[in-house]
C-alpha cells in the first residue's frame, strides 16, 4: 500500500497545492504519509487501533463513529474463535466436576470432538498472524493490547491445556477433518458477506492481489495440517503416558512378588 501511494502523493505535491487526504487504517502506512506531509488522514477505525493513535499527535484529524460498530463483533474470525475456545474450556471443566461423582470418568465423545476444533480454531487465528498477517498489517499491531491475548495467550494456553493437562481419547490422524468445521462456516460467511451482499470489508485482506483462492486453498491445508499435528502430538503424550502407567504398574506387581517370596 505504501508503495502504491507513496509515488502518486509525491508527485500530486510537486504539482498542486491542493489538499490530500488518505484512507487508511494501517499504522505503518499513516506514519509514511504523514511523513510526507498529506492533511488528513480517514482512519475509519477511529481510536480503536491504539498503535495509529499515537501517530496523530501534532496533527488535525476527524474523528469517526459508526453506531453499528458494536453489533459487528463477531465478524472477526479471532473474535469468534476466542469465544468459541473460552465456551469449550467452561464445558470440559464443568463435565470433569460433574465427573467426579461418577465411575466411569471419560469425556463424551461430542464434547471431545467440539473441545479440539475449538483448539484448531484459535491455533488457526495464531498461524495466520504469524506467518500472513503480521507481515500485512504489522507484528506489533497483532499484538499489541488485546490482540496479544486473542493472537497469542489464549491459543498457546488453550493448546497446552489440551495436549498436557485435559484427558482426551486418541484419534486417527483424519479426524483433522474435524477442525475443518468452523473453517469452513465462518468461511462461507465471510464470503457471502465480503464479496456477495458487500457488507462486510475484506479486513482480512484476503483479496490482495487477486489472490483470494491461493488463500482460501492455504487456510484449508493450515488449519488440516494445525489439527493432524494437535492429534499426532496428542497420540504421543498418550503413548508416553500409558507406558508410563504400565511400567508403574509392572514395578508394582514386582515388588509385592518379591515381598511375597
Known sequence: EIDRIL???QKIKKESNVVISVDTSK???IRAVLDEGIDIINN?????????????HGTDFTYMFDSEDENKVFENFTIDSNIYLALTSVGVIVINILNLTKKNKKIPHWVDIVRFTSVVGTMLTFAVVVCYLGFVIGFREMYTGANLFLHL?????????YIFIERHRTYKFWYACYGLIPVILYGIVYLIFVFGIHAWKDFYHFNINGLLPLILSVIILLTFGIGYIIIMTKRQ???SLMISKNSDNSLYHNAIESYIH
Open 7 to 9: 509515488p502518486l502523493i
Open 27 to 29: 499504522p505503518a502506512v
Open 44 to 56: 475509519v477505525l477511529s481510536f480503536e487501533n491504539e498503535i495509529a493513535y499515537n501517530f496523530y
Open 153 to 161: 495467550v489464549n491459543p498457546v494456553l488453550g493448546l497446552f491445556s
Open 237 to 239: 503424550i498418550n503413548k
